[in-house]
């Protein structure tokens, strides 16, 4: 008997400790990244455990010694608005017998501070620390990206331990999504350089639809127009709010969340004035009218609060105004039937936002999944709607002027005198129009950075330098490629603003160098090309040393700091068997000697009849 119930209080005590570890093991591999079987880019959705910090003081060590981890609800990856920070742990396992570098991405722009730990599992070892700050410069971010990334090395058969804290601030409470996006380092750079490049051509879209109805204003003096303008203008900087380009590459140095809410108050207020002027709502709708001012006054209280340092008080109003947006829908049907020329197509373009406005929220909330589609719906509901908006003005603009043609036949006989004014306003816009396309051909001559004639120009007074050589009995003509030596770190180091200083001194100095019979222009990049005539060879090498120590010899003041910086050049002298083409191919050879010799020199290409460069 005695040893039948010792059997069986065995038994059982093998069975609590069989269920426990396999429970114990189980938690550990819902929480463990398998990298050898991961999709690059997929986000950890619920593989991983946290613990929310109402204290605001726990640290690693702290949080390491922690047993009772919270888990998520299945598929959930955000658990709503909240100030509390909160530490987030899982695993990177990577059985293959090679290291891996990944990129620890978080999917979105918007969080105050994520300070990210890793070390190798089962030992004991110092963690290594990365922080990321949304308000300091973007060049102090581990990752340089618009989002929030990280860099983790796991070697080959190991797993790395991850733990970060997540912090969105005290300020107001905002979204939290607790997951992450997991990239190999290669696949994270690419896909971001496409993201990137959508984001910045959806942004110069928005931007050219508002600069075509600012012209569209000056042409008729209409406030819609205006109007118009500044809502596109402000939605486009919304948009690169929202996606983190405004603080990565416009605002780089400095960016707070209370600047977005300042551009939904700026653009929410735009967006009512266009509304109200484009459905003419005093006129067809006063009680909406009054309605709509009221609404005016509420969002510019939100504006002077947010500058008063409330900003949580300022998205609650933008929170219960943008509820409003939906109902633009049916006024604009109701303007429609009140014969509102394109109030029909208005209602039309503006379900569209509404729609990705609403999914967007939802994504917020938590409500839908996470992923790039639905981060990306607010930013194409927006560009169709700008598009389809500009299409209604550019409807509204030639209805104007078909409008204006059929008075001035109906009434040509009693207007004579009008005619003739409206006539030299005709002239005056057309006048304006020629203006602006001499001044548009001069720009795309020119580049906008150094002032200086870009590539088509070069190429085009290139070519005509050759063909008047050709006509000359003794023709003397030497090409210059010259190239700002180690140009990258000076980006990497002082920043981008400061890459576009040194670009513009660098071409007023070589500007200043040379005859004003010489052409010097930017080709690209750190890139500039010098062509010049009716000078000898060995003059055209004094000269071209002197180019060289111009640069070398002079400062480049940035920001309370002195930067020198240096030139590579290759020469190339034409010979009348040359096209253009050569000339440069044989400046570039020499130009790359020049560079693999050392920079900061000059390296002559040899003529017809001398040895080639090696």
Same mark, same amino acid.
Not at 198 to 220: N, P
Not at 343 to 353: I, N
């Given at each position: 008997m005695w040893q039948r119930r010792i059997n069986h209080f065995l038994s059982l005590v093998f069975s609590v400790l069989f269920i426990t570890f396999s429970v114990s093991g189980l938690a550990s591999a819902e929480t463990t990244i398998d990298l050898s079987q991961w999709e690059s880019g997929r986000s950890t959705v619920d593989k991983f455990r946290f613990i929310d910090d109402p204290s605001y003081q726990l640290t690693i060590d702290d949080v390491v010694a922690i047993t009772d981890w919270q888990r998520p609800e299945k598929g959930e990856? +955000?658990?709503?608005?909240? =100030?509390?920070?909160? @530490?987030?742990?899982?695993?990177?396992? +990577?059985?293959?017998?090679?290291?891996k570098k990944v990129i620890v991405e978080y999917v979105e722009p918007s969080v105050e501070t994520i300070d990210f730990y890793f070390r190798l599992k089962g030992g004991d070892g110092t963690f290594t620390h990365q922080r990321f700050v949304y308000t300091e410069p973007t060049d102090s971010r581990p990752v340089s990206f618009y989002r929030p990334a990280f860099s983790v090395d796991v070697p080959p058969d190991s797993e790395v331990e991850v733990y970060y804290r997540l912090f969105q601030g005290r300020e107001f409470p905002m979204h939290k999504f607790d997951s992450m996006r997991i990239w190999e380092e290669?696949? *994270?750079?690419?896909? =971001?350089? %496409?993201?990137?490049?959508? &984001?910045?051509? &959806?942004?110069?879209?928005?931007?050219? #639809? /508002?600069?075509? =109805?600012?012209?569209? $204003?000056?042409? =008729?003096?209409?406030? &819609?127009?205006?109007? $118009?303008?500044?809502?596109? !203008?402000?939605?486009?900087?919304?948009?690169?709010?929202?996606? /983190?380009? @405004?603080? $990565?590459?416009?605002?780089?140095?400095?960016?707070?969340? @209370? #600047? %977005?809410?300042?551009?939904? +108050?700026?653009?929410? &207020? %735009?967006?009512?004035?266009?509304?109200?002027? !484009?459905? +003419? %709502?005093?006129?067809?709708?006063?009680?909406?009218d009054k309605v709509m001012l009221a609404v005016v006054t509420v969002v510019a209280v939100g504006v002077v609060l947010n500058l008063l340092g409330k900003p949580y008080l300022s998205r609650i109003i933008i929170d219960f105004t943008a509820i409003g947006a939906f109902f633009l829908i049916p006024l604009g049907i109701y303007a429609h039937k009140k014969k509102v020329p394109h109030?029909?197509?208005?209602? /039309?373009?503006?379900? *569209?936002?509404a729609i990705g406005m609403a999914l967007a929220s939802a994504r917020l909330r938590g409500y839908i999944a996470d992923s790039a589609f639905a981060e990306w719906l607010i930013y194409f509901g927006g560009l169709i709607e700008v598009i389809l908006l500009t299409t209604v003005m550019i409807l509204r603009f030639r209805h104007m002027q078909r409008e204006k043609q059929r008075i001035e036949e109906k009434h040509w006989k009693y207007l004579e005198n009008a005619a003739h004014v409206l006539e030299e306003r005709v002239k005056a816009q057309t006048k304006q129009l020629y203006e602006a396309k001499a001044l548009a051909e001069k720009e795309a001559r020119t580049d906008l950075l150094t002032g200086l004639p870009n590539r088509r120009s070069f190429f085009e007074g290139a070519q005509q330098f050759i063909e008047r050589a050709k006509r000359n009995a003794s023709p003397s003509v030497h090409l210059l490629m010259i190239d700002i030596d180690h140009f990258k770190k000076v980006n990497d180091t002082y920043s981008h603003a400061c890459g576009d200083a040194v670009l513009r001194h660098v071409g007023k100095v070589l500007n200043q160098s040379l005859r004003k019979t010489d052409l010097l222009s930017r080709l690209g990049g750190e890139e500039f090309a010098v062509i010049m005539e009716n000078k000898p060879g060995e003059a055209a090498q004094t000269m071209t040393e002197r180019l060289l120590s111009a640069v070398e010899d002079s400062d480049i003041e940035f920001e309370d700091q002195f930067i020198r910086v240096t030139i590579s050049v290759g020469m190339a002298t034409w010979h009348p068997t040359q096209n253009l083409d050569q000339l440069l191919q044989n400046a570039d050879h020499a130009l790359y000697q020049a560079k693999r010799e050392g920079r900061n020199r000059v390296v002559y290409a040899p003529r017809e009849n001398e040895v080639p460069l090696p």
């Open positions: 990856v +955000n658990r709503g608005f909240s =100030t509390l920070p909160t @530490w987030i742990s899982f695993q990177l396992s +990577n059985p293959e017998p090679v290291s290669s696949d *994270f750079y690419h896909s =971001t350089h %496409v993201e990137l490049s959508l &984001l910045v051509i &959806l942004l110069c879209v928005e931007i050219a #639809m /508002g600069l075509s =109805t600012l012209l569209a $204003y000056f042409a =008729t003096k209409d406030r &819609l127009y205006l109007y $118009y303008t500044a809502f596109a !203008f402000s939605a486009a900087s919304l948009f690169a709010a929202f996606s /983190g380009v @405004w603080s $990565y590459l416009i605002a780089s140095q400095h960016y707070e969340l @209370w #600047m %977005v809410v300042l551009q939904i +108050n700026i653009c929410q &207020l %735009v967006a009512i004035l266009f509304v109200r002027h !484009f459905l +003419n %709502v005093p006129e067809h709708s006063p009680r909406v109030a029909l197509l208005f209602s /039309g373009s503006w379900v *569209f936002f």
